[in-house]
């Protein structure tokens, strides 16, 4: 059991030490250990969403769509997108115990309200700065975002630098999730 319900995606830690899940239907997180075997051993911690969005038949409360480990200046960090919040909540992991912790220079990403975030990728632009793709299932669009764990005074930690449409405009009014 993943403690929550409908869990709908999940992934493991490239050293196959943790693994989380994405349950969708009750908004959370779960984040398990594994034994050396990569069988599951038990929860280590849970990571709730909160809020919803504009679009009242599918973001009246958290969905948790996907999430994932990303290593980021040498902290590991979770990615979890929340289809019914519109964020993409970042948390740290710590290593010892698997908690998790709402990251202090930025805890969500922000994606346009109303589109819905699925599924993320992740690069690094030539500064060394974490970029972020999210898929937006109810807007059908790709929300990018560069992230700077390290940003100093003055500095923007996280900026969204533009959201594209995946489908042509003449099919944008034929969408039913409205």
């Given at each position: 059991s993943t403690t929550g319900q409908g869990v709908c995606h999940t992934s493991v830690r490239d050293d196959a030490r943790y693994l989380t899940a994405a349950n969708y239907s009750s908004g959370e997180?779960?984040?398990?250990s594994l034994d050396s075997n990569g069988g599951i051993e038990k929860v280590k911690a849970k990571y709730e969403g909160n809020g919803n969005g504009?679009?009242?038949?599918?973001q009246?409360?958290?969905y948790?769509?996907?999430?994932?480990?990303?290593?980021?200046?040498?902290?590991?960090?979770v990615f979890m997108s929340d289809l019914g919040s519109d964020r993409i909540y970042i948390a740290r992991l710590d290593e010892a115990t698997g908690a998790l912790t709402p990251d202090p220079g930025v805890d969500h990403l922000a994606p346009p309200a109303g589109s819905g975030p699925r599924h993320l990728a992740f690069?690094?632009?030539a500064k060394g700065r974490q970029l972020v793709f999210s898929i937006d299932e109810l807007s059908s669009t790709v929300s990018a975002?560069?992230?700077?764990?390290?940003?100093?005074?003055?500095?923007?930690?996280?900026?969204?630098?533009?959201?594209?449409?995946?489908?042509?405009?003449?099919?944008?009014?034929?969408?039913?999730?409205?």
């Open positions: 997180f779960t984040v398990f504009p679009n009242k038949r599918r009246s409360q958290p948790g769509h996907s999430s994932y480990f990303v290593e980021t200046d040498g902290v590991q960090r690069g690094v632009d975002f560069r992230v700077n764990f390290n940003a100093k005074d003055g500095e923007t930690p996280a900026e969204r630098l533009g959201t594209w449409t995946t489908i042509e405009e003449k099919y944008r009014e034929k969408l039913t999730d409205e």
